[in-house]
């Protein structure tokens, strides 16, 4: 087997559900990403190093790209060992994909050290691997654009069916205010079941958005971003929700919502100035309210995970 021995990649944070796409739907970003050296080493083992201030595992057990590192060992059976070297870039509890983007890079990056051996679908079911131990439900909605990048829409986890939709050339705004939404917990604030009148309008709405970002309508895609099932109940853990989302449509954008299960808060629009408009009223909510915030302004990251050096 042709191999390196070390490898460095960006991983990119991701937007999931994209409003109404709840566990199906999501796109990659250019920004935020973080930064994963990953070498071989001649012992079955994983070790992890830590270079951020978060105090994430280093026992890969316990860590979201240790278990996605033991999983393909474990496919492997030939005694070989990963060291990864991770440096986060996206605050866990973000909700900008941050569990994801240390999956799935340690997925891309050991396939790189490998010679490429498993192709996208395999790396999606490795990575899932870390969203269980991160989550605690093996979804891909954040997996799947980080490894695809762009827009990609999860028909089925059983069996696996990703597809690729063409992305718009949108701008992305994203407010994190720092406080810490956590993925399980915002899953547990969910119904177990809808009424049939609002799950017959939230499958209007995935399905034009679906349709908006094929035909590059970008009316549609602002009339399909509603959400009647998962942001009435999610969004009350998110301070100034309600405020960012109506000042931002008021300014131009083509509307958002919740990013994956929050705190943050993403917007599309169509230009970058209306997406710089929105970043300084996003700030300006969460300055009134006192609450620290990081904004980006950044679009549709089409490549997902990267090679940097080797």
């Given at each position: 087997?042709?191999?390196?021995?070390?490898?460095?990649?960006?991983?990119?944070?991701?937007?999931?559900?994209?409003?109404?796409?709840?566990?199906?739907?999501?796109?990659?970003?250019?920004?935020?990403?973080?930064?994963?050296?990953?070498?071989?080493?001649?012992?079955p083992e994983v070790e992890?190093?830590?270079?951020?201030?978060?105090?994430?595992?280093?026992?890969?057990?316990?860590?979201?790209?240790?278990?996605?590192?033991?999983?393909?060992?474990?496919?492997?059976?030939?005694?070989?060992?990963?060291?990864?070297?991770?440096?986060?870039?996206?605050?866990?509890?973000?909700?900008?994909?941050?569990?994801?983007?240390?999956?799935?890079?340690?997925?891309?990056?050991?396939?790189?050290?490998?010679?490429?051996?498993?192709?996208?679908?395999?790396?999606?079911?490795?990575?899932?691997?870390?969203?269980?131990?991160?989550?605690?439900?093996?979804?891909?909605?954040?997996?799947?654009?980080?490894?695809?990048?762009?827009?990609?829409?999860?028909?089925?986890?059983?069996?696996?069916?990703?597809?690729?939709?063409?992305?718009?050339?949108?701008?992305?705004?994203?407010?994190?205010?720092?406080?810490?939404?956590?993925?399980?917990?915002?899953?547990?604030?969910?119904?177990?079941?809808?009424?049939?009148?609002?799950?017959?309008?939230?499958?209007?709405?995935?399905?034009?958005?679906?349709?908006?970002?094929?035909?590059?309508?970008?009316?549609?895609?602002?009339?399909?971003?509603?959400?009647?099932?998962?942001?009435?109940?999610?969004?009350?853990?998110?301070?100034?929700?309600?405020?960012?989302?109506?000042?931002?449509?008021?300014?131009?954008?083509?509307?958002?919502?919740?990013?994956?299960?929050?705190?943050?808060?993403?917007?599309?629009?169509?230009?970058?100035?209306?997406?710089?408009?929105v970043a300084q009223l996003?700030?300006?909510?969460?300055?009134?309210?006192?609450?620290?915030?990081?904004?980006?302004?950044?679009?549709?990251?089409?490549?997902?995970?990267?090679?940097?050096?080797?």
């Open positions: 087997m042709d191999t390196i021995r070390s490898v460095t990649v960006q991983s990119p944070g991701t937007i999931a559900n994209l409003v109404c796409g709840f566990d199906v739907l999501g796109l990659a970003l250019h920004q935020p990403f973080d930064c994963l050296t990953l070498k071989l080493i001649d012992r992890i190093i830590n270079h951020d201030d978060y105090g994430l595992p280093t026992d890969p057990v316990k860590n979201v790209s240790g278990v996605v590192l033991l999983s393909i060992m474990e496919r492997l059976h030939n005694g070989v060992g990963f060291q990864l070297i991770s440096e986060k870039k996206i605050k866990p509890g973000s909700g900008i994909g941050s569990s994801a983007a240390s999956a799935a890079g340690a997925a891309v990056a050991a396939n790189m050290l490998l010679g490429n051996i498993f192709n996208k679908e395999e790396l999606v079911q490795f990575a899932m691997n870390g969203e269980k131990l991160a989550s605690g439900v093996k979804h891909a909605d954040n997996i799947a654009p980080c490894i695809y990048g762009g827009i990609t829409l999860v028909r089925s986890i059983h069996p696996l069916d990703i597809i690729s939709i063409p992305a718009p050339s949108l701008f992305v705004t994203v407010v994190h205010p720092q406080i810490e939404v956590k993925t399980a917990d915002a899953r547990q604030i969910l119904k177990k079941e809808i009424l049939l009148k609002n799950a017959i309008k939230q499958w209007g709405n995935v399905a034009g958005l679906v349709a908006g970002f094929f035909k590059n309508d970008l009316d549609l895609i602002s009339r399909s971003l509603e959400d009647v099932v998962i942001e009435p109940l999610r969004s009350i853990l998110i301070p100034g929700f309600d405020e960012v989302k109506v000042q931002s449509k008021t300014a131009g954008a083509l509307g958002g919502g919740i990013s994956g299960s929050g705190p943050s808060i993403f917007m599309l629009s169509a230009s970058e100035g209306i997406a710089k408009e996003m700030s300006d909510v969460y300055t009134r309210l006192g609450i620290d915030f990081h904004t980006y302004v950044t679009t549709i990251n089409q490549k997902g995970i990267i090679q940097t050096e080797q």
